[in-house]
């Protein structure tokens, strides 16, 4: 099963923080599960450290990659066709980066692994 993770559920799952619930964490985890980043979740982590409001302990070109290879996270990327349901999709949520997660994991049929519960306003299969 392919699992699409919310930024906080990769900040959370690979600094071991407790807020990660355990039922995320086991399906992050399982061998049946691939899980992978949206390229969306890796800028909105660059945005966040560019104004400080999230620090790594290493650099962005250093950290990311070594954490998505040690923990076997693929890299989701942005197709025109999930742009194109961006512009139609009603404000049910209204950060950028969270309305075009709700459209991959639909688009792509993944499981979205997050806490916030406004995807559920989409349709979109959510696991925290």
């Known amino acids: 099963m392919n699992i699409l993770l919310d ?6 799952f690979i600094d071991d923080n407790p807020r990660l619930s355990q039922p995320a964490r086991v399906l992050i985890e399982s061998q049946d599960s691939q899980p992978f980043m949206s390229v969306a979740s890796l800028w909105e982590i660059a945005v966040k450290l560019s104004l400080a409001k999230l620090t790594l302990g290493e650099s962005f070109e250093t950290f990311i990659p070594h954490q998505l290879a040690l923990n076997g996270i693929g890299v989701l990327n942005i197709a025109l066709e999930h742009l194109a349901v961006v512009a139609t999709l009603p404000f049910h949520h209204r950060d950028p980066f969270d309305r ?3 459209v991959q994991a639909r688009i792509e049929k993944m499981t979205l692994v997050s806490a916030d519960q406004s995807f559920d306003a989409y349709g979109v299969e959510r696991v925290w």
């Open 7 to 12: 930024t906080h559920t990769f900040l959370w």
């Open 100 to 102: 075009l997660l709700a």
